[in-house]
Every structure is written in C-alpha cells, then in structure tokens.
C-alpha cells in the first residue's frame, strides 16, 4: 500500500522569500515521486521526479526537492518566489506495479505569492 | 508534438444526456488515464489503459465507460449524465518503465463539464 500526505493545504509567501512545499509519503515500495504544478485552469506540468538516482533532483523555474528515506518526505523548495509560482502543487507516488493503485497523488498544496 | 489535447474544453448537459469526451496522443504512449478533479478532493482516477484493446477500472468508474481502438485515443463517454459529474476532466498518457511504474505523466487542458 503506499500513501501521500501533503501537510498544508494552503501556502502563503512574499515575492523573493523561500518557499517550502511538504509531502510525506508511506510506501511498501522503493518509490518514484512527482511534483506536479498545476496554474489555474491548465492541466498539470511535471516539475522534478525521483527514480532512485540523486537524492537532491532539480526541476523547471528553479524547483527543487530532496528525498529523505529516513523521513519519508520529498519536500519541494524554492529560493525566491516569483509571482508566476501562484499555482497549486501536487506530490505523487509511483509504485512498481500496475493497476488503480500504481499512482497515489496528495491532495494538493495552493501557493499563493504575495507581491 | 501536440502533446495531450482534449476536446472539447467547455460542455453543459442536461441530466440524462449522453457525451464523449476525446482525449488523443501523439507520443505513443501506452499509457493513458483519466481522471477527474473536484474542489477539495484532488484528482480521481475514473478509468485507465496500459495498451490498445486493454482497459481498466479507476477508483471512481460509476457512470463512465472508455474504451481504447487505437494506441493514440483514448475516449471518455458519459453515460447518462447526473450532476454529481460536474467537474473537470483530465486526460493523461505516459510511459511505463522496465519495472512496471508508470513514468512522467503528460496531461491535457482538461474538459470543464456541467450538468444541470
């Protein structure tokens, strides 16, 4: 069985300060896990993946994240928030097998960037 | 490429009309999904397909069925339309890896439905 849990359903920062986005995840698995953005009425984009290689994987627009087995968390990051970061994130788990459950998404993270 | 494109982007219904949603893909990918995205709720998986002629139930099936002639289509059809599926639709394709997991999802800009 595998699980995501993305612990805020809101984010709110300023323009220029860092953004922090959280995702726990359980899995049975050594998983694969996603971040997708998703802007207002568009579908959702890949930002960054990890599939067992680096640890530390960088996405588009200066995303990055970093998967912590010892914590089960792949938390996102950015820097310095731009306003076009508005958005709302989700972090997924492949699992290694087919079927309904092969893909577990959260429930999503709303960012909003204050100017 | 085209990516992932979906038609039509907008559609209202009267309950108990019938409709498809298309969903086409020009990366030969083998798999495609849809899913469905609710306020609060994320998204829902409704139906999937790991290849042409091979189709599968998601977790919120009921009122929905799909099916896959070719490799590129993927359509949706709407049975008898109720007001609880008012939403929006997504189409996704992507390829699955050497062990089995289904890699970067492509989507589509979605069908915002509503059914009166």
């Known amino acids: 069985a595998q699980s995501v849990t993305q612990l805020d359903s809101h984010v709110s920062v300023s323009e220029g300060t860092p953004v922090l986005l959280r995702c726990n995840y359980s899995s049975s698995y050594s998983p694969s896990l996603f971040w997708y953005v998703q802007h207002p009425n568009k579908g959702l984009q890949l930002l960054l993946k990890?599939?067992?290689?680096?640890?530390l994987v960088k996405g588009i627009n200066g995303f990055e994240a970093e998967f912590k087995k010892s914590e089960t968390s792949f938390h996102l990051t950015k820097p310095s928030a731009h306003m076009s970061d508005a958005a709302e994130y989700f972090c997924?788990?492949?699992?290694?097998?087919?079927?309904?459950?092969?893909?577990?998404f959260g429930s999503g993270t709303r960012l909003q960037v204050q100017p | 490429n085209a990516g992932v494109t979906q038609t039509p982007k907008f559609q209202v219904l009267k309950t108990g009309q019938s409709m498809t949603l298309q969903c086409a893909q020009d990366m030969n990918h083998e798999y495609m999904s849809w899913y469905r995205q609710d306020p609060g709720m994320g998204l829902r998986l409704i139906h999937y397909?790991?290849?042409?002629?091979?189709?599968d139930q998601g977790e919120v099936p009921n009122g929905y069925n799909v099916s896959r002639s070719t490799t590129e289509d993927f359509p949706l059809r709407l049975l008898s339309a109720a007001p609880s599926q008012t939403s929006v639709y997504f189409c996704?394709?992507?390829?699955?890896?050497?062990?089995?997991?289904?890699?970067?999802?492509?989507f589509g800009p979605g069908t915002r439905l509503t059914v009166l």
């Open positions: 397909s790991v290849g042409a002629g091979i189709t």
């Open positions: 996704a394709s992507s390829y699955r890896t050497s062990g089995g997991r289904i890699d970067t999802q492509y």
């Open positions: 997924v788990v492949s699992a290694p097998f087919g079927g309904r459950r092969a893909l577990t």
């Open positions: 990890y599939t067992s290689a680096a640890t």
